[in-house]
């Protein structure tokens, strides 16, 4: 179906409902993408931040002397 064919079945205001939701569908995206990165980022950080103090405070195995 067609915009032509929609807009003479449901009429202008069904076409521009239409329009409206989907322009908010992607605004809605496009908002949200920087989101992800940040949380990406942060999940980054404290993955590096988590192995750097595991590592700084575990005790190192000692070798047995024979």
Do not use: N, W
Request: proline residues 5%; without cysteine; hydrophobic residues 60%.
């Amino acid at each position: 179906m067609s915009a032509a064919d929609v807009l003479r079945q449901f009429g202008t205001v069904a076409l521009l409902r239409f329009l409206v939701v989907l322009l908010l569908f992607l605004a809605l995206h496009l908002t949200r993408l920087p989101l992800v990165v940040l949380a990406r980022v942060l999940e980054i950080g404290m993955h590096l931040m988590d192995r750097a103090l595991v590592t700084g405070l575990s005790p190192r195995p000692r070798r047995d002397k024979d």
